[in-house]
């Protein structure tokens, strides 16, 4: 905020300080000059007359100089000023803009969290946390289980479609972290176990449909997320 060493590009204070100058700087030239003015109007001696004439043009002469350099002198004063209070008024807007933008993500981020307690992902949860159950159910090796998880879709292939929304809900949570739209540490602290969990569970599922669509991206910014909360 611009103070009164700071003046706003509409305040001509420093300009002023030139003006008075200038008046003043007239009026001492005016006092001095009127003692050569009355002894100009009463000599008739030339040679007088002539240094008359050079005093009041180096007079003259000095205080335009002098004039000219403070108004030189506001001049940049307020040029500088203008910059101050455009710079300020740039910090401003752009802090006010990185408000909004933190208050937006924060608003994206709650959106997030509330979609996955909405009401159309219930029965989705449910039955793939099923099937979650179905394959790591006691110990079994990694094999073992893309064994299970092969055997329980070809049992049931309509679950695969839960799986798959499942996986696509957290792949397009993955991306929006990837892009800064939302903030990651809140998401973290509400789905780091879920996406642990379901990686570690389907990804043999993401290999198999990656080698079937010969498309290695696919669910490519889970996998990256699940491996960096780990």
């Known amino acids: 905020m611009l103070n009164r060493n700071n003046p706003s590009p509409d305040d001509i204070t420093t300009l002023n300080i030139s003006f008075r100058f200038s008046l003043k700087a007239s009026v001492v030239a005016f006092i001095i000059a009127i003692p050569f003015i009355f002894y100009y109007s009463l000599t008739n001696n030339k040679t007088h007359r002539e240094a008359l004439n050079f005093a009041a043009t180096a007079l003259t002469t000095s205080i335009a100089g002098v004039s000219a350099f403070y108004a030189l002198q506001s001049i940049k004063q307020n040029t500088a000023a203008q ?6 008024q740039e910090k401003a807007q752009k802090e006010a803009r990185d408000i909004e933008e933190k208050d937006r993500k924060i608003d994206r981020t709650f959106k997030y969290i509330m979609r996955w307690n909405d009401l159309q992902y219930a029965r989705i949860k449910k039955s793939v946390a099923q099937i979650h159950d179905e394959i790591t159910n006691g110990f079994s090796t990694p094999l073992e289980k893309e064994d299970k998880l092969k055997k329980y879709l070809e049992d049931n292939p309509q679950k695969e479609q839960d799986i798959t929304n499942i996986l696509n809900f957290l792949e397009a949570m993955s991306i929006c972290i990837e892009k800064e739209v939302v ?25 198999h449909r990656r080698k079937k669509m010969d498309n290695y ?10 491996k960096k909360w780990k």
């Open 83 to 88: 910059q101050l209070f455009r710079l300020e």
């Open 183 to 207: 903030n990651e540490d809140l998401l973290h602290e509400f789905y780091r176990f879920i996406v642990i969990r379901y990686w570690k569970t389907f990804e043999s599922f993401v290999i």
């Open 217 to 226: 991206k696919i669910y490519k910014g889970l996998e990256l997320l699940a």
